[in-house]
T-cell receptor, first 117, second 110 residues
Framework: GAVVSQHPSWVICKSGTSVKIECRSLDFQATTMFWYRQFPKQSLMLMATSNEGSKATYEQGVEKDKFLINHASLTLSTLTVTSAHPEDSSFYIC?????????????FGPGTRLLVL | EDQVTQSPEALRLQEGESSSLNCSYTVSGLRGLFWYRQDPGKGPEFLFTLYSAGEEKEKERLKATLTKKESFLHITAPKPEDSATYLCAVQAGANSKLTFGKGITLSVRP
């Protein structure tokens, strides 16, 4: 199956700083990638859709100025949490579809645990 | 609005005790139903994709089935290593976004 990586796997930062998380598709190209966050014992909540070469599409209630998304190439999307606060502490996971059509399986990265002190 | 409901929330089985996990869905124009396994602190691992009612897929001790209203993940003779959270998600219409259920936490005792 297709492989998606994330970096870093763990990050601890001070309140007010910005944190960048990378999502890479290792053996396939992805014009679209998705960013989720997951709180303990809860399911995945879609934050935004990252589109290569164009602006990201954010879900209702997600602050686009706080969660900056850049889809720099066909294999890389980045999520930057700006001016992070303790309530931003969560598990962030990205995914990418393994093909171009709707109905294609989405493959997930291993996740990034963010802790804001 | 697309909705996915998984039941039960948690399931505890004895090793070898077969059971089924349920995923009920309400969508307009199902394009695909997906099952994932998620271990604590890790990203979801892909298990199956089902596209149309009547479709079935198998992998080792797992078998996924699909009807027009629900999907089942059957686990035959489970082992402790099958303990995980099992997530169901749907993709509908022209949108490639996934809508997830809350997941079912499976615990298999040796």
């Amino acid at each position: 199956g297709a492989v998606v990586s994330q970096h870093p796997s763990w990050v601890i930062c001070k309140s007010g700083t910005s944190v960048k998380i990378e999502c890479r598709s290792l053996d396939f190209q992805a014009t679209t990638m998705f960013w989720y966050r997951q709180f303990p014992k809860q399911s995945l909540m879609l934050m935004a859709t990252s589109n290569e070469g164009s602006k990201a599409t954010y879900e209702q209630g997600v602050e686009k100025d706080k969660f900056l998304i850049n889809h720099a190439s066909l294999t890389l999307s980045t999520l930057t949490v700006t001016s992070a606060h303790p309530e931003d502490s969560s598990f962030y996971i990205c995914s990418a579809p393994g093909g171009a059509g709707v109905g294609e399986t989405q493959y997930f990265g291993p996740g990034t645990r963010l802790l804001v002190l | 609005e697309d909705q996915v409901t998984q039941s039960p929330e948690a399931l505890r089985l004895q090793e070898g005790e077969s059971s089924s996990l349920n995923c009920s869905y309400t969508v307009s124009g199902l394009r695909g139903l997906f099952w994932y396994r998620q271990d604590p602190g890790k990203g979801p691992e892909f298990l199956f994709t089902l596209y149309s009612a009547g479709e079935e897929k198998e992998k080792e001790r797992l078998k996924a089935t699909l009807t027009k209203k629900e999907s089942f993940l059957h686990i035959t003779a489970p082992k402790p290593e099958d303990s995980a959270t099992y997530l169901c998600a749907v993709q509908a219409g022209a949108n490639s976004k996934l809508t997830f259920g809350k997941g079912i936490t499976l615990s298999v005792r040796p």
